[in-house]
């Protein structure tokens, strides 16, 4: 059980990485703000409280490691290695500017701690299992963690991964699926229906759970189980929602995927989680 | 080719324990050895080209070297922005391999056709791209590869390719090899085409044309100099490969040609623009492609009266 000071601690590290996200956009007037948003507390739950890191020594090879398949939500990212001190927080003003260090979509090592390149959908999960596999033969006791967005499963190669995974008993890989349910131009059960989703998962051989992806103690308390079952891999459907925690009008509306907070919504958005 | 490939990867995996095959499910009477000995560095990824060049990706960052089989459209194409964004984005240190360059899968059709391979690959930053013309130059190649720390793709034919090199040369990756001086012409061939360059050089010869014959078993990097000194020591070039002529070795020679300013009687032989419409094994559909010996010795000669 997580004690009531941690769980405020998380909360405040959360915010702070969302202060982050809305000034990124804003100052790089980039897209995909609603995704970077919708995954805060699963990435946070993960650096802080679930994979074995040390920012300090990034590259450990004892290490959990993290492959950041969305990488289009890349400031998520960015914001919350900056917030776990894998670098000083003033690399995020270079996010998406010229002359900058953080591109758009993720890169390896472009920032210490980032540990792949990524950015065309489906393919994060495919190198995933090749870092699990990797660790399998040489008997390491790591975990590999990868967040995938629901979009990217509408790709054959997601489901080429899945396949693989699961044939192969990957229990030290686990798939976190940042399920806010809206894709590029639509919600996905309008654009190319996921559902029954878990189900899915399960036939292909993967141990799988749903949870509140804006909940510590939920998230948490599933992360900390993993493997859930030996030999299978494990998926966790986290419902959240897009655009969570920033502009108003755009939270749950495709709109969060492409318009940046102008000026001034930024600054409302930043008042407000500083007051709550 | 392929089983020199085997016998070679063999030979590398005994003493390095990190090389890893990964196949799109083919191998049958080829790899049943390999999968005996090394059971733990083989994997069939199924007909999976996508996720198999991503696993690919993931092993080699965490230090491993995995070789990735099948054929070439399916190793080069299906997988095409895997091997873009996973591999020479990231520049790791996987291998391509794949097996029936040009027409040796020719009776199959166009879709076991590996005639663009060359083209869509060349313009890949930090790819190196080898294509061996005997079963000599592949297990060169194939030892050459696990030296270089970085994307490699290397063109096999199929089986039974006949071995041009009577010793083994001294083979660099990036330098092309002189197999016969000449003092009239050159021809420069690469991969599959080498063996019909000999033979062609051989007809030529007895028609009193002399021939110095190169195999460019590596299309990159590209070895510029050997074009700019053949153009000086012959009168003319033509390059030579079982691959379309745009994009492919002809269109690497012609670059150098041009932007060197060097004005010489110059012909790609390959592939023209088409899907070929005629069935039948590679000897037959290299004929209906003009690329039988015969063929290319008459547009050779007809090149030259021109001249």
Known sequence: MLSKKRIEFLNKSAKEVRKNIIQMSTRAKSAHTGGALSCVEI???????????????????????????????????????????????????????????????????????????????????????????????????????????????????????????????????????????????????????????SQKWKSFGWETVEVDGHNFSELIKILNKIPIKINKPTVVIANTIKGLGGVSTHIDKISSQYKPPTKEEAEEVIRRLDSE | MRIAFVNTLQELAEKNKNIMLLTGDLGYSVFERYIKLFPKQFINMGVSEQNMTGVAAGLAIENKIPFIYSIV????????????????????????????????????????????????????????????????????????????????????????????????????????????????????????????????????????????LISMHTIKPFDSEAIIDSAKKTKAIFSLEEHSIIGGLGSAVSEVLAENNINTVFKRLGVSDRFTKEIGDQEYMRKVNGLSIGSIVEVILKSLNHA
């Open chain 1, 43 to 197: 990435l946070v739950s993960l650096y802080f409280e679930i994979m074995n890191v040390d920012p300090k020594n990034p590259y450990d090879e004892n290490r959990d490691r993290l492959v950041f398949s969305k990488a289009h939500d890349a400031k998520a990212l960015y914001a919350v290695l900056a917030e776990r001190g894998y670098s000083n927080k003033r690399i995020l003003d270079g996010y998406e500017m010229n002359g900058g260090k953080l591109p758009g979509h993720s890169t390896r090592h472009c920032m210490p701690g980032v540990e792949v390149s990524a950015g065309s959908l489906g393919h994060g999960l495919a190198m995933a299992v090749g870092i699990a596999y990797a660790g399998k033969i040489d008997s390491k006791k790591h975990k590999v963690f990868c967040i995938i967005s629901d979009g990217e499963c509408d790709e054959g190669s997601t489901w080429e991964a899945i396949l693989f995974a699961g044939h192969h008993k990957l229990d030290n890989l686990v798939a976190i699926v940042d399920y806010n349910k809206l894709q590029g131009f639509g919600y996905t059960k309008d654009v190319l229906d996921l559902e029954p989703f």
């Open chain 2, 73 to 212: 459209p399916f190793v080069t194409m299906r997988n095409f922005e895997q091997i873009r964004n996973d591999i020479c984005y990231q520049n790791l240190n996987v291998k391509i391999i794949g097996v029936g360059a040009g027409f040796s899968y020719g009776s199959y059709g166009h879709t076991h056709h590996g005639l663009e391979d060359i083209g869509i690959l060349r313009i890949l930053a930090n790819l190196t791209i080898i294509c061996p013309g005997d079963p000599i130059e592949t297990e060169l190649a194939v030892k050459k590869a696990i030296e270089i720390k970085g994307p490699v793709y290397i063109r096999l034919g199929r089986a039974g390719e006949a071995i041009v090199h009577d010793k083994r040369p001294k083979f660099s990756v990036g330098k092309g090899l002189i197999i016969k001086e000449g003092k009239d012409i050159t021809i420069v061939a690469t991969g599959t085409m080498l063996h019909t360059g000999l033979e062609v050089s051989k007809e030529l010869k007895n028609k009193g044309i002399s021939v110095r």
